[in-house]
């Protein structure tokens, strides 16, 4: 079981954290924590705690009927969930920018942003928060009406998720992000040490930096994103050098750096790296980031094309049918990732492949990994909306559900 899912799939209840990147279905059964899983949770705070952010206040009770509820980001009544947000009245709110629709308003009211050093436990946990503070303070940046105070809680949120992985890439020799033990990706009997560059990690790592380097306007971000990426590209491979993947617009990168991992397809690493380098190239034009990005997230699509959704791509040598059914929970972040990765490039083709990838796993993954998928899709597919609404009613957005409301390269 991969670690990244040990608080929502296996402890049932607890409040969720941004899920880590350990998640394999092959360390443990359903229902059953080692002790490096109980280690690696972080922790967690109950919902029942969660401010409302200062990007919303109430305004005092009149004498007359009661006011709708207020988003103070806008000044503005808070839309019911299904309806428009009109233009507020007021003149003086136009002057503070246009009034956030639904999925913002959403997403002021439930995200906390964080600037502790100490709040993330691990890479993933550091790069989703970073996703969801830089693409919500973009939106402030071109219009949305966050207060001031909120946009400058995103701002030092996004710094302080960036300077984490900054100062922990040694642990992992200063060029990408992996896990924080020793570990059997495939429990087989090869462990990669504590060491290991995962290709989910810094993908992860690498999106963060390009969002984080656009936003913040600092260059360094996006240095430290291409030297990643170029460091991994010993582990990218096309027909050419693996004659397994069977097309010629196809590419893949390995589960890992760490030899044990070489010649394993496994898709959700694989395409995290492809979002990752299509993202690097959207701020910046970088041609072989985009070459790769564009050949693994071919790839990606072609194994939905083919109704793959298990663990292993196709072209792996563990691959059965069977697997191919499996419908584990990495399909919540492939589905999404593939979204990203057609809107960056403006692929429709590949967005409607995303779609139909959420789809057919929604009615069978677990709870909170397809409602972490559904915010991404909230604002094209009616049921994925009204799945995201109510978990982040029940939940907050300071989760990876919360990335996909702020989150949208189509605008």
Not at 16 to 26: A, N, Q, V
Not at 175 to 195: C, I, K
Not at 246 to 264: A, Q, V
Not at 363 to 377: I, K, L, N, P, T
Request: net charge negative; with cysteine.
């Amino acid at each position: 079981m991969h670690r990244s899912l040990a608080c929502a799939l296996l402890l049932g209840g607890c409040f969720p954290t941004f899920p880590d990147s350990s998640l394999h279905p092959r360390d443990a059964s359903p229902g059953e924590l080692s002790a490096e899983d109980v280690a690696a949770v972080p922790d967690t705070e109950p919902a029942d705690t969660r401010p409302v952010m200062d990007a919303l206040d109430t305004p005092d009770a009149q004498d007359t009927a009661p006011p709708p509820p207020v988003d103070s980001a806008t000044d503005t009544a808070v839309a019911p969930p299904d309806a428009e947000v009109d233009a507020p009245e007021d003149a003086a709110m136009v002057d503070a920018g246009r009034p956030l629709d639904p999925w913002e308003a959403l997403f002021a009211m439930n995200f906390r942003p964080s600037a502790s050093p100490t709040r993330w436990a691990n890479a993933p946990d550091a790069a989703y928060h970073c996703l969801a503070a830089a693409s919500a303070l973009r939106r402030g940046q071109r219009g949305a009406a966050f207060t001031p105070a909120f946009q400058a809680q995103l701002r030092d949120a996004t710094e302080a998720s960036v300077r984490w992985l900054a100062d922990n890439a040694p642990r992992w020799g200063g060029s990408g992000w992996g896990l924080t033990a020793a570990f059997d990706a495939f429990g087989d009997g090869t462990t990669n040490p504590a060491d290991t560059v995962y290709a989910f990690e810094t993908g992860l790592a690498v999106w963060c930096l390009a969002e984080a380097a656009d936003v913040l306007v600092v260059p360094m971000h996006r240095t430290r994103a291409q030297n990643a990426l170029a460091a991994y590209r010993r582990a990218f491979v096309t027909r050419a050098q693996e004659p397994r993947i069977g097309c010629l617009e196809c590419g893949y990168f390995w589960h890992s750096l760490n030899m044990n991992d070489h010649g394993r397809f496994v898709k959700y690493s694989n395409v995290a790296l492809a979002v990752a380098s299509l993202a690097v190239d959207r701020y910046g034009a970088d041609a072989t980031a985009r070459s790769q990005g564009l050949l693994s997230a071919g790839s990606q699509r072609r194994e939905v094309q083919a109704d793959n959704y298990g663990y292993l791509g196709r072209f792996d040598r563990l691959y059965t049918a069977a697997e191919g059914r499996s419908f584990d929970d990495h399909n919540a972040f492939e589905a999404y990732a593939l979204l990203r990765a057609g809107e960056l490039v403006g692929d429709d083709a590949l967005q409607m492949y995303a779609r139909l990838h959420f789809e057919a796993y929604a009615a069978r993954g677990s709870a909170s990994q397809v409602a972490y998928a559904a915010c991404h899709f909230a604002r094209t597919v009616p049921s994925a909306d009204r799945t995201c609404r109510a978990y982040i009613d029940a939940n907050g957005a300071t989760n990876a559900a919360g990335v996909g409301l702020v989150m949208d390269y189509r605008r």
